[in-house]
């Protein structure tokens, strides 16, 4: 029997929302086909942000490693969805509490009932730091989240990417987990090799476990 797949990437086109001042994704077309050509060939301009992205550490440590080195282990395996819908602010360690017994090392959490992929949330939800300690205290080496940040859209001080940095977490921001019930999956969503980028644009995908 094929194990079920849930597409948790947001669609990339033009008018995709991104952080404020930040490069929208455009297209055009550098070829395209015709009695001269035989292909169709787009140029593409974009934030490494756009979309479902992983984060490097060079985003937010002036000597941290560039995505395009990071080790891929994070980014595949087993993981466990957390709903904290309507959660508030910030998603504290009492939203995640009734699912955090035996965790995976990788733990996403759902905080919209609707994501809005359509446009930017200003008001978005984020990680209390404290929560990102006790899931790292717990062996969890990947978080992710349905909003654009793991901290609040208007932080200077970036405190839960602070942690993850002082921690070696690895993270994955703007997934799209309305359909994805609560439980554990098998998580796939490899960054690209850029190897002096701050950031990749991944294919996030969750896997039904195999059953024995």
């Not at 060939?41 to 937010?60: F, K, M, N, Q, R």
């Amino acid at each position: 029997m094929n194990q079920r797949i849930w597409d948790i990437s947001p669609p990339v086109l033009e008018g995709a929302p991104v952080f404020p001042g930040d490069t929208p994704y455009r297209q055009r077309w550098a070829a395209t086909i015709g009695p001269s050509c035989p292909v169709n060939v787009s140029e593409i301009t974009l934030s490494p942000h756009v979309g479902a992205h992983a984060d490097a550490p060079l985003h937010y440590d002036p000597d941290g490693s560039s995505i395009g080195t990071v080790a891929l282990a994070p980014y595949l395996g087993r993981c466990r969805v957390i709903h904290a819908i309507d959660c508030g602010p910030l998603v504290e360690w009492a939203h995640l509490a009734h699912a955090v017994q035996d965790l995976p090392p990788r733990v996403l959490v759902r905080t919209y009932r609707r994501a809005p992929i359509e446009r930017w949330d200003g008001a978005l939800a984020a990680y209390a730091p404290a929560t990102v300690e006790r899931l790292a205290a717990q062996g969890v080496m990947l978080i992710g989240i349905d909003t654009a940040s793991i901290d609040p859209a208007d932080s200077k001080t970036l405190d839960s990417h602070q942690v993850i940095r002082r921690l070696g977490l690895r993270v994955l921001e703007n997934l799209v987990l309305d359909e994805v019930p609560e439980g554990d999956y098998e998580l796939i969503a490899l960054p690209l090799k850029l190897v002096t980028a701050d950031a990749s644009p991944v294919r996030a995908v969750l896997r039904e476990l195999k059953t024995s």
